[in-house]
């Protein structure tokens, strides 16, 4: 089969302005190939995968504060990167040794901007720690209004705040969480404030518009929409406005069951609609055979890991990057066409690229409109 390929004169670079935030879940890593957690071993088993998500556009390194953040909802537990210890006196002490081995081993790995740290709010409220007096592990079930909160959370915040300025991280830091109520936002971001003035905070949730002025990384549930003013009061402070897919969203969406080329519609249907990233909760958060089932209790096929034991990329997770390139390749364009004043093309992409504003599209529609993208794009 004689072919012809055509280079451009043009260099693909993935941008910085497209926030790609896959969560990581060493832990799973760690029980799928039995070694000990923070081990020499683990950390050459995950460099390939976190290079490939690195590779794909990803900078954002997921951290964990507090043992399990998200209650059942993971096949492999997610343990606390920080050993929190009540002392004998009453006062609190923190070991970062596994927080930092896992930031510095990221940022060898390419994976070297925000560091979302998981979570203020988890979803059973509770935290784990040890206890000097009884010499045992000890849980505190508590709620975002209480004292025994703030008691807690305030000194956690300062040593923490002072320990990342130490590393050269502070600005880097985000406190994060996940599908969190208003009401314990609010909590939340005032104790935060007050522990730490300056330190940002991300959701992943719904929308609020209590919080579009206070969430640095903000991203809203599939469907919600920031109003135009949001966006720009966020543009204008450089935050983060971001999108994600979760079990309900039956199409597009990356799980196995899904067609893989819906996962390229993700990455566009963000940039048209004003979004300047794209997240997904789980990117090896494997089930108990991976290679084998891809099912985990209730959640849509696939949900819960797009990367396979072995560093096997899936055909949906390239449809991913395939999306990321694309919306690169219209970044390129728009710059190049507004340089060269040549509106009729610059006015042409952007039509395009509006027919990429519906989030439930169907499969004919999907399709067409990727292909129309890309002949503009590669011609």
Not at 137 to 163: C, G, Q, V
Not at 169 to 191: G, N
Request: aromatic share 14%; proline share 4%; net charge neutral.
């Amino acid at each position: 089969m004689p072919f012809t390929v055509k280079v451009l004169n043009r260099r693909l670079s993935l941008s910085d302005n497209f926030h790609l935030n896959f969560w990581q879940q060493p832990y799973a890593v760690s029980r799928y190939y039995g070694v000990a957690p923070w081990s020499q071993a683990h950390l050459d088993i995950l460099r390939p995968y976190m290079q490939l998500l690195a590779r794909a556009g990803q900078r954002n390194a997921l951290a964990i504060l507090f043992y399990e953040p998200w209650g059942e909802q993971s096949n492999d537990k997610f343990d606390a990167m920080i050993e929190t210890t009540r002392k004998a006196d009453g006062t609190w002490s923190y070991d970062y040794t596994a927080f930092d081995r896992w930031i510095s081993f990221l940022d060898s790995c390419g994976i070297n901007g925000d560091i979302n740290c998981f979570s203020m709010v988890p979803w059973d409220m509770t935290f784990t720690y040890y206890d000097e007096a009884s010499k045992s592990y000890k849980e505190l079930k508590t709620t975002t209004n209480s004292k025994e909160y703030s008691d807690m959370w305030i000194p956690f915040l300062r040593s923490f705040a002072d320990h990342q300025k130490q590393r050269g991280w502070f600005d880097r830091t985000v406190i994060a969480m996940d599908e969190r109520a208003l009401d314990a936002m609010q909590d939340a971001y005032r104790i935060a404030q007050e522990a730490a003035p300056g330190i940002k905070m991300s959701l992943a949730g719904n929308y609020h518009k209590e919080l579009v002025d206070k969430i640095y990384d903000y991203c809203i549930a599939w469907k919600q929409q920031f109003t135009p003013d949001d966006l720009a009061l966020r543009n204008s402070k450089g935050w983060i406005s971001t999108s994600y897919t979760a079990c309900p969203d039956a199409m597009p969406n990356v799980g196995s069951n899904n067609e893989p080329i819906e996962a390229t519609y993700l990455p566009l249907y963000c940039l048209a609609n004003g979004f300047n990233g794209f997240l997904r909760w789980a990117w090896m958060n494997w089930t108990e055979n991976p290679m084998y089932d891809s099912r985990f209790k209730l959640f849509t096929l696939g949900d819960t890991y797009i990367v396979y034991p072995g560093n096997h990329s899936s055909r949906r997770f390239e449809h991913i990057i395939r999306g990321v390139q694309n919306v690169a390749k219209i970044e390129t364009l728009r710059k190049e066409y507004k340089q060269q004043k040549n509106l009729k093309a610059l006015q042409q992409l952007e039509e395009t690229l509006s027919l990429f504003m519906n989030p439930t599209p169907n499969e004919a529609e999907l399709k067409g409109n990727i292909e129309k993208m890309e002949y503009l794009l590669n011609r």
